[in-house]
């Protein structure tokens, strides 16, 4: 089983920063994927970030030029930074890993975290 905790959410003013973080723990053999996602009032849950192991980092498009994924491998943990917030950045925010579990499973399962609200005012 693999833990995901969040941290970093809050309220903040039109303009602001802030940064998230989701720390992994339990049985992770090979971490596949690390990302973010968002989910405002009666949407769906969409892509902010995701940052492959052997690939290329992807932004959903309203938030390239502002928002920067990164990882710490040696502490299983992903960080968003997010600048320049805007009041339809309001969401609960969910880090998402996508692992093995064992050496050798067929199978990656992914994880979500229990979601951490971000709310900007104007």
């Known amino acids: 089983q693999v833990q995901l905790v969040e941290s970093g959410g809050g309220l903040v003013q039109a303009g602001g920063s802030l940064r998230l973080s989701c720390a992994a723990s339990?049985?992770?053999?090979?971490?596949?994927?690390m990302g973010w996602y968002r989910q405002a009032p009666g949407k769906q849950r969409d892509l902010v970030a995701i940052?492959?192991?052997?690939?290329?980092?992807n932004y959903a498009d309203s938030v390239k030029g502002r928002f920067t994924i990164s990882r710490d491998n040696a502490k299983n943990t992903v960080y968003l930074q997010m600048n320049s917030l805007k009041p339809e950045d309001t969401a609960v925010y969910y880090c998402k890993f996508v692992v093995f579990t064992t050496p050798g499973a067929p199978l990656a399962y992914a994880y979500w975290g229990p979601g951490t609200q971000v709310t900007v005012s104007s």
């Open positions: 339990g049985s992770i053999s090979r971490i596949v994927a």
């Open positions: 940052i492959p192991s052997g690939g290329s980092i």
